[in-house]
């Protein structure tokens, strides 16, 4: 069983900041791309930013250069540093991983549960 647990949303004035937290637990052979998805009310969920196990990032063109992503290999964790809030930016943010289970051995996606993140004007 795998579990990725997210800390750190919360309510912040517009140019404020966030650190998102994602922690990958369970019976992890190996993980790959790691990313966070955000949804906001009434719009589909898309793809914030995702970075790979060897450390490339990709970003989606409304956060470059106000959002960092990052990751801790040694602890199944990825980042997101998130500067310059603005209100657009409030959604509930997901983490997801890309990642192989000893029980499978195979590649499988998995989200977790979700955080707020709400920015006021």
């Known amino acids: 069983q795998v579990q990725l647990v997210e800390s750190g949303g919360g309510l912040v004035q517009s140019g404020g900041s966030l650190r998102l937290s994602c922690a990958a637990s369970?019976?992890?052979?190996?993980?790959?791309?790691m990313g966070w998805y955000r949804q906001a009310p009434g719009k589909q969920r898309e793809l914030v930013a995702d970075?790979?196990?060897?450390?490339?990032?990709n970003y989606v063109d409304s956060v470059k250069g106000r959002f960092t992503i990052s990751r801790d290999n040694a602890k199944n964790t990825v980042y997101l540093q998130m500067n310059s809030l603005k209100p657009e930016d409030t959604a509930v943010y997901y983490c997801?991983?890309?990642?192989?289970?000893?029980?499978?051995?195979?590649?499988?996606?998995?989200w977790g549960q979700g955080t707020q993140v709400t920015v006021s004007s």
């Open positions: 970075i790979t196990s060897t450390g490339r990032t």
């Open positions: 369970g019976s992890i052979f190996s993980i790959y791309t």
């Open positions: 997801n991983a890309e990642l192989v289970t000893r029980a499978t051995m195979k590649i499988n996606f998995y």
